[in-house]
């Protein structure tokens, strides 16, 4: 790893980040591990569509305001699941790479259809983006507000719910000590419900009214 560290710069390195995928289909990233240790952003300063240094592909990159004495600003770039660490920028990217997705990005409306479901619940969810690609929700915020904790991930696989018409990956998780059924579609998270304003376990008793 410290090869990716020259001259008191940090290069570009696939690094952990937990990040939360909001309902507005927007992923914000919250802190990354880097050798080891855990930085807070405090901060997103900016968000842009562009190519990572290495010119591994291009996704979202995020400017941003990292805690500790070694960070300053630094740059987070998004590729699929996959996140990159880089400290300063390649002044040879074009600008015509470059499009400010800002504000109008944050405040983004979903319009594809995938919330006109009756049997379907769409929830933000805290997860940790793995640098082997893995994903794994921990926490989960309700359409009142209130936060659950993911005890456990008991299973995951590619699989459709027939109810919420989601074809995606399925979290069979343990929340309050009761296994239910997490979806993932693209940067999108579901749960099912049977009834109107209730979700279930796997068992079909109430978990979350």
């Known amino acids: 790893m410290m090869d990716n560290y020259q001259n008191g710069c940090l290069d570009e390195i696939r690094v952990d980040v937990a990040a939360i995928f909001r309902k507005e289909n927007r992923v914000v990233p ?92 769409a929830v933000d969810v805290a997860a940790m983006c793995y640098s082997t690609g893995g994903v794994e929700p921990y926490a989960l915020w309700w359409e009142d507000g209130t936060q659950y904790e993911v005890d456990r991930i008991l299973e995951r696989e590619r699989a459709a719910s027939l109810k919420a018409g989601i074809i995606g990956m399925r979290y069979k998780v343990s929340i309050l000590g009761r296994e239910t059924y997490l979806f993932r579609d693209d940067d999108l998270w579901f749960m099912e419900r049977k009834k109107k304003c209730r979700v279930f376990d796997v068992h079909g008793l109430p978990l979350i009214s």
């Open 30 to 121: 919250v802190s990354f591990i880097l050798f080891g240790s855990e930085y807070g952003i405090s901060g997103i300063l900016e968000e842009t569509r562009s190519e990572t240094l290495k010119k591994r592909g291009s996704g979202i990159r995020y400017k941003i305001r990292a805690g500790g004495e070694f960070m300053r600003e630094s740059y987070l770039f998004r590729i699929g699941d996959l996140w990159y660490l880089a400290e300063q920028l390649d002044d040879s990217i074009p600008d015509i790479q470059l499009r400010h997705i800002g504000v109008s990005y944050c405040g983004k409306k979903v319009i594809d259809g995938r919330y006109d479901n009756q049997y379907k619940v």
